[in-house]
């Protein structure tokens, strides 16, 4: 029997990479899934995880947005019975030096990776908690814990999002619904993919285990925290980084 079998989970950002990955890994370990997505077309992801024998409801939604981002879980609810675990993985860069960054490219990764969180969050938790049971996860990023340059609105995006696990962990708690965060270091995807190779030579030299981690590092992670071996640990941001902070 799966890690998570008779589970629904809830997993922004889907269609590719570590979104991806999480689906995957969720639907052998048994889960049902409702798949979120902004533009990227999940129908790949959909017939995978369907053809290992699960239920699977893909959206395109934007989670930055209130009105798209609330209505999320209820469908979730209404199409396949319920909401157990809830992964807000949807992010996005838009890099600049602090000097240069435009106010909307402050706004743009603050409202996809931390309100879009938020508004899941909160309607997740309604559900959860009239439960008694849930799990929800934050994909956030090593870049919260140590800062990197070029990025301040990405850094505070998911330094916000430990915070907000965090609260959130501590207000949940005596539903027996757990929040945590996984930070990942450098993990080989389309958002990593842009860097060029004297920067990706440059970040290896930063790793400790000297090499970038797949998607599926992470995946491992969230199996683990979506499932009962984690049911005692809440509020915490595991680190999946090769050793990048430590
Ligand atoms: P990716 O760019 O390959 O995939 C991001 C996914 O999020 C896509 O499916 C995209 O459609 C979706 N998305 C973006 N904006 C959205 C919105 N407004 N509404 C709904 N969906 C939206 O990214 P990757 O690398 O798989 O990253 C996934 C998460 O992991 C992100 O939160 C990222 O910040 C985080 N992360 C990634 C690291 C890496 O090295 N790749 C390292 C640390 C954290």
Redesign the pocket.
């Known amino acids: 029997m799966g890690k998570l079998e008779g589970k629904v989970a809830l997993i922004?950002?889907?269609?590719?990479?570590?979104?991806r990955a999480i689906a995957e890994a969720f639907a052998r370990e048994g889960a049902d899934l409702f798949l979120?997505?902004?533009?990227?077309p999940l129908d790949e992801v959909k017939s995978v995880c369907e053809a290992l024998g699960r239920r699977v409801v893909a959206r395109q939604?934007?989670?930055?947005d209130h009105t798209g981002a609330t209505v999320l879980v209820g469908d979730a609810v209404a199409q396949l019975g319920g909401l157990d675990i809830l992964v807000n993985?949807?992010?996005?860069t838009r890099d600049a030096l602090l000097v240069r960054m435009k106010d909307a490219d402050f706004d743009d990764v603050i409202n996809?990776?931390l309100r879009?969180a938020f508004y899941l969050m909160r309607e997740a938790a309604k559900v959860m908690m009239k439960k008694r049971w849930g799990r929800i996860i934050n994909?956030?990023?090593?870049?919260g814990e140590v800062g990197n340059a070029g990025q301040v609105n990405y850094a505070a995006s998911?330094a916000g999002l430990i915070g907000m696990t965090k609260s959130a962990a501590r207000e949940l708690a005596p539903r027996q619904v757990t929040v945590n965060a996984i930070a990942?270091?450098?993990?080989t995807?389309?958002?990593?993919e842009v860097l060029n190779d004297a920067a990706k030579a440059q970040l290896l030299q930063s790793i400790p285990l000297g090499r970038f981690g797949a998607?599926e590092v992470v995946a491992a992670g969230a199996v683990f925290l979506a499932s009962g071996d984690a049911a005692y640990i809440t509020g915490h941001t595991l680190a999946v980084n090769g050793g990048m902070a430590m």
């Open positions: 922004t950002g889907a269609a590719r990479g570590i979104g979120v997505t902004r533009s990227t939604a934007n989670v930055a993985n949807a992010g996005i996809t990776n879009g994909i956030s990023s090593v870049v998911k990942p270091g450098f993990i995807t389309d958002m990593t998607p």
